[in-house]
């Protein structure tokens, strides 16, 4: 009798463990077949006069379209600064690649570059909310659904006579998805001259 509830036991046990291994495989089934498309919808990139400081900086901000093309619902967990490269800004003059420290923030906005080309004020408005290293966004995304968020980077790259000091940049960053998932979006930009 003892073996017989014994063997009842172990096989209930397996069929547990067994149903277990199926959810756990459909799962990891679903979460490969969500594919993510990440692409840069528009963009805009300026030198901006602050009057406050009596200075240029200089601006770059992209609409970025986040498409779960396929698979159940996904949330874009956060968006942070990428430091692959060690920073998530790097300089550069022609080709040659910078250590030049300069002040620079990055920001997640809720105004797109096409308002703020009709309306250039609100750029003042836009780069004063510094993201810090990582924006916690829990953006739900559903299948077959196109977000687009606005995301950017301010510095201060020119010198005392208003010259740059880098002739361009490269700015990196992720985009943390809560499947795991995770994309890097990385542009460079020129800077542009301002006299």
């Known amino acids: 009798r003892h073996f017989t509830l014994l063997t009842f036991i172990l096989a209930i046990a397996a069929l547990l463990s067994s149903l277990v291994a199926i959810l756990q495989l459909k799962s990891i089934r679903q979460l490969a077949l969500s594919e993510i498309v990440v692409e840069e919808h528009n963009s805009l990139s300026t030198p901006v006069f602050e009057e406050e400081k009596g200075a240029y900086s200089f601006v770059s901000l992209y609409d970025i379209s ?7 619902a996904v949330k874009l967990a956060s968006v942070r600064k990428s430091m692959i ?30 308002e703020i080309q009709a309306n250039p004020r609100l750029l003042r408005e836009v780069v004063q909310s510094d993201m810090g290293m990582e924006k916690v966004m829990n953006l739900v ?16 790259p020119y010198d005392a006579d208003k010259q740059p000091v880098a002739t361009a940049a490269l700015v990196s960053f992720d985009l943390l998805f809560d499947n795991g998932k995770q994309n890097v979006f990385r542009r460079a930009f020129p800077i542009y001259s301002v006299n």
């Open 66 to 72: 986040i498409t779960n093309v396929s698979g159940p």
């Open 141 to 156: 995304i559903a299948p077959g659904e196109t977000k687009i968020i606005h995301i950017g980077v301010s510095l201060q």
């Open 85 to 114: 490269s060690g920073s998530f800004l790097t300089l550069l003059r022609g080709d040659e690649l910078l250590d030049t420290f300069i002040e620079s923030s990055a920001f997640i906005s809720e105004t797109d570059c096409r």
